[in-house]
């Protein structure tokens, strides 16, 4: 959450930041980063997160989802995206 909703205290986004920051830190977890491939993948926070915690990728799945979202057109940026041209998807 990026930001708090009502009926939320107002630092619920920073307690889930970092919540998702402690177990992603965990050497025993796994992460599993879904990512849509019509989002700006160099500004995903998942992707930002699991390369903080698992900087060799060791411990990382990159998904990407929705490529029938993506404008007709823009089908090389996914090429490049699984290319690890973009961003490393591990």
């Given at each position: 959450?990026r930001?708090?909703?009502?009926?939320?205290?107002?630092?619920v986004?920073e307690?889930?930041?970092?919540?998702?920051?402690?177990y992603?830190?965990a050497?025993?977890?796994?992460?599993?980063?879904?990512?849509?491939?019509?989002?700006?993948?160099?500004?995903?926070?998942?992707?930002?997160?699991?390369?903080?915690?698992?900087p060799?990728g060791?411990?990382?799945v990159?998904?990407?989802?929705?490529?029938d979202?993506?404008d007709?057109?823009t089908?090389s940026?996914v090429?490049?995206?699984?290319?690890g041209?973009?961003?490393?998807l591990?």
């Amino acid at each position: 959450a990026r930001v708090a909703t009502e009926g939320q205290a107002r630092d619920v986004p920073e307690l889930t930041r970092r919540l998702a920051i402690s177990y992603a830190a965990a050497p025993a977890s796994l992460l599993l980063v879904v990512v849509a491939c019509n989002a700006d993948l160099a500004t995903a926070d998942a992707l930002r997160l699991a390369a903080e915690a698992d900087p060799d990728g060791s411990r990382t799945v990159g998904v990407l989802t929705k490529p029938d979202l993506m404008d007709p057109g823009t089908e090389s940026g996914v090429e490049a995206i699984l290319e690890g041209r973009v961003v490393r998807l591990p």
